[in-house]
């Protein structure tokens, strides 16, 4: 048993994705709380030592009513992109900007927005 399985990151339920952050590979995985500690009060988790996003599986899981299926894969996909913005941050040493949770979640929401704006007026 390696060091890893005994901390219980080694049993993803999905095969992993990897995602290269300014020039750092990050392993992407979806899992839950009962294999991954580091989920248990949160969806999501940034791992700046082990360059591991940890995306809980079962988020979402009280919602009711209204396409759920939907709302998990966007819910999920919101998640990806609010560690992927950590990872930036931690990548470019910004840790005043890592640590501001507001700033992250805006740039996780507005994103998508931003990109399409850019795309409209030929500007990415
Ligand atoms: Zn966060």
Not at 47 to 71: M, P, R, T
Request: charged share 30%; proline share 3%.
């Amino acid at each position: 048993m390696s060091d890893k399985s005994m901390l219980g990151m080694t049993n993803p339920k999905h095969k992993p994705e990897k995602v290269n952050i300014l020039g750092t590979d990050y392993e992407i995985i979806e899992t839950t709380a009962n294999d991954e500690p580091r989920l248990e009060n949160a969806d999501g988790w940034c791992g700046y030592y082990d360059n591991q996003i940890l995306i809980e599986s079962n988020a979402f899981k009280h919602h009711q009513g209204g396409d759920v299926e939907l709302l998990k894969t966007e819910y999920k996909k919101f998640i990806k992109r609010h560690e992927i913005c950590h990872a930036f941050f931690n990548e470019s040493a910004l840790d005043d900007y890592n640590r501001n949770e507001q700033l992250v979640t805006w740039i996780a929401r507005q994103f998508p927005k931003m990109l399409k704006a850019f795309e409209q007026v030929d500007a990415i």
